[in-house]
């Protein structure tokens, strides 16, 4: 492999690994700011310990999450320096204020909240993980303008070569970016709904901590039925505002090859590029897609062969990247829809409740997913229509990038296994026995 394909090939590993842990504290945080909320309203003493149990792997997620993204971040300057040179104006802003305002913000109040149980009032504590679950997701939004402007750049002026900001407000509230964000943030909030009712589940399987464990998962069943309707419905938002943005991207997502109106939306496809058609199509919704992009069945929508090929993202990863997540938005619509049907009476749902632990994992896969269609679908350009990203590489040796990939992966190995064995052994002890072997 070229130097190029090895950087390109360790920005991925180190970007899907880094957003494993993401999602977890993003939606974690926010339950956690939830149970003791309610702990501080009612008096209940389950939803202390909840929060006290649930808080726990949330630190646990968070720790190794930052680890994750100061490694992701020192990419621009390593492997990236080009590109770093050309915007670093405007990316290198967004990253600085993520870094010294949330960031440091979190970081803060996480210490104030863990050491401050029986140290500071009932209202104080609890404004402290009000304060962690926003910095949180304010960090996150920080993180997301950065990369919307990769995906839809604007507020800037090419100037000596680079592209300057020219208007800040314009960067951060583009569109693009608050969809983008917002869009995080609903698979995100999933995430932790599937983890707090796969790990609750396991419990009740076994019939440990009965009633704190029902309180969690009630708490997360309508927590997840929310975020999954919410998310089907946002997504079609982001596929109106790709087909002016990110042309390429919406075609290839939905294999669309001729630009038209009154286009259909085949439910069944598979796409063929090298002979620029589909050499499946089937059960074709009309006018679906022109509707989908548009909001108007006549509505023109471009396809793939109006750009050259070398500037069409590659269709095949990105349409079945796209296919597996909606799917996957669905079995999670329908899962949390009986989930919070079967709330009262869980306990019975004995199947239910053996699958539950084993789809942890999907709301990760879709997160995942999403991020490849994000960006493979913005390929060629690192910055849509204005940098390619052959042009954004260091002049780095393939060796050099290569021995460094293997560190990486191979740090990046070991912080997983680590991250995953604390999980897994603090969730299976429960409230008790994890409050006992943390200290």
């Known amino acids: ?13 180190a970007t899907y690994f880094h957003f494993l842990f993401v999602p977890l504290t993003l939606g974690l945080s926010m339950l956690v700011a939830l149970m003791e909320t309610q702990y501080v309203r009612s008096g209940d003493e389950d939803y ?7 808080g726990k792997l949330f630190l646990i997620n968070f720790a190794v999450g930052v680890v994750t993204g100061l490694t992701l971040e020192f990419q621009f300057g390593t492997n990236w320096s080009r590109y770093s040179a050309y915007v670093g104006d405007i990316f290198g802003s967004l990253l600085a ?10 970081s803060t109040f996480i210490a104030v909240w863990h ?6 009032s009932k209202k104080a504590h609890v404004t402290a993980i009000w304060l962690v679950a926003i910095a949180s997701n304010l960090s996150a939004f920080w993180i997301l303008v950065a990369n919307a402007w990769m995906q839809h750049p604007t507020g800037f002026v090419l100037r000596n070569g680079r592209a300057e900001l020219a208007d800040f407000f314009a960067v951060i509230t583009q569109r693009f970016a608050i969809l983008e964000f917002i869009h995080t943030l609903g698979g995100a909030y999933l995430t932790a709904g599937f983890f707090v009712l796969g790990i609750s589940a396991w419990h009740l399987i076994r019939k440990r901590e009965t009633t704190f464990f029902k309180k969690s998962f009630r708490l997360a069943a309508a927590w997840t039925l929310i975020f999954a309707l919410f998310e089907m419905a946002q997504g079609h ?8 943005t990110q042309p390429t991207k919406l075609a290839a997502m939905e294999a669309h090859w001729e630009t038209g109106r009154n286009v259909p939306m085949h439910l069944l496809a598979w796409p063929d590029a090298a002979n620029e058609r589909n050499a499946v199509q089937s059960l074709s919704v009309p006018s679906g897609l022109s509707l989908l992009a548009t909001y108007s069945a006549g509505g023109e929508v471009k396809g793939l062969k109006d750009y050259p090929a070398s500037e069409r993202p590659p269709v095949l990863p990105v349409f079945l990247s796209f296919r597996a997540m909606v799917g ?5 619509l329908a899962l949390g829809f009986w989930a919070w049907l079967k709330r009262d009476r869980i306990e019975d749902q004995t199947r239910f409740l053996k699958v539950l632990p084993w789809l942890i994992p999907l709301p990760y896969l879709a997160n995942e997913l999403g991020w490849t269609i ?36 191979l740090v990046y190995a070991l912080l997983g296994a680590v991250d995953f064995y604390l999980l897994f052994t603090f969730a299976r002890k429960g409230p008790d026995a994890a409050a006992a072997a943390a200290k």
């Open 1 to 13: 492999m070229d130097a190029l394909t090895l950087s390109r090939l360790q920005f991925a590993v």
């Open 48 to 54: 202390k310990r909840m929060a006290k149990f649930w």
């Open 97 to 106: 204020i993520e870094a010294t305002a949330a960031f440091f913000l979190e």
């Open 115 to 120: 050491f401050g149980w029986e140290k500071l």
């Open 237 to 244: 938002m982001n596929a109106e505002i790709l087909s002016t």
């Open 328 to 332: 996957l938005g669905v079995l999670f």
């Open 374 to 409: 994000a960006e493979l679908g913005r390929q060629p350009w690192i910055v849509y229509g204005l940098m390619k990203t052959s042009d954004a590489a260091s002049p780095l040796a393939a060796s050099q990038v290569g021995t460094s990939l293997a560190a990486f992966f």
